[in-house]
């Protein structure tokens, strides 16, 4: 098989995609299993059919409370990826700004690196009460939150793509009598460009997965909140059905990112 032969790269495609889809029915197979076998009681592993029941009511905005506490499943989940979207897009352009710089003035990488070090140590509760004192309980702190945890990977996957530039290419391009921005247009940024988007990637998955934190305060309406809310009431199901749509929206997420990294990347193969 030839490098140009599109038939392989079909293949391998269709391939993944049987291997993904029969992991995912293993999965299922196996809790289905777990559940007949009656290792705990069905109000602490309640089984898939028990959670797809509950997905299909909690999606019914006509079952008398409004799919589920008053909002539908789809209708949370849009308010979930809002502020995720808000928080990932202002903490890539944070990231990418603050990277950049970091790699190109030696004494700000000094500087910074230590602080956004430290925010990446730091787990997403750990400074959610602080946010909430700052900006009080509505929208703000939730999506300062999810800022705060996607902008650290993205800047140092930034900074480090920046300072492993070829200098070689950079020197080219100053010969050929391009500006210190043309550099950085022309040549940083193409050549960093899989690297940073690797840390997008990586930005977004742990604003995704900070989400729940994010509306442990007054998230009620996004589907966080409707895990914290079934977790109250001991609602085994409603709590496996918000994670199984979190994990899944996830996946679908991190699938558009991969792609979008393959196309600026293609040279670099399938991850």
């Not at 988007?197 to 990586?202: E, P, Q």
Request: net charge neutral; proline share 6%.
């Amino acid at each position: 098989m030839t490098q140009n032969d599109p038939t392989g790269a079909t293949l391998s495609a269709a391939h993944s995609v049987l291997v993904r889809a029969a992991a995912v029915v293993a999965l299922i197979g196996l809790w289905q299993m777990l559940v007949l076998a009656e290792f705990w009681p069905p109000v602490v592993l309640p089984g898939p059919g028990r959670v797809w029941d509950q997905l299909i009511t909690a999606s019914d905005a006509g079952n008398g409370q409004g799919g589920y506490a008053g909002s539908t499943v789809a209708e949370r989940l849009a308010v979930s990826l809002r502020r995720v979207g808000y928080g990932s897009a202002y903490g890539i352009v944070i990231g990418v700004g603050l990277g950049l710089v970091m790699g190109l003035v030696p004494l700000v990488r000094a500087v910074a690196e230590p602080f956004v070090t430290f925010l990446r140590a730091l787990p997403p509760l750990a400074y959610l009460s602080l946010l909430v004192i700052w900006f009080g309980i509505d929208e703000e702190p939730k999506v300062y939150l999810l800022v705060v945890a996607a902008f650290p990977p993205v800047a140092v996957a930034t900074a480090a793509a920046v300072t492993g530039v070829n200098r070689q290419y950079v020197e080219a391009a100053h010969a050929l009598g391009a500006t210190r921005l043309g550099v950085v247009a022309t040549v940083v940024l193409p050549a960093s460009a899989p690297e940073i988007l690797t840390g997008v990637r990586l930005a977004v998955g742990v604003a995704y997965s900070s989400v729940v934190a994010a509306e442990t305060v007054n998230g009620a309406d996004g589907i966080g909140g409707m895990v914290l809310n079934a977790q109250r009431y001991n609602q085994t199901s409603v709590v496996l059905l918000g994670l199984v749509v979190i994990g899944v929206t996830g996946l679908l997420i991190d699938t558009a990112v991969l792609a979008l990294h393959r196309a600026v990347s293609p040279w670099r193969g399938r991850a």
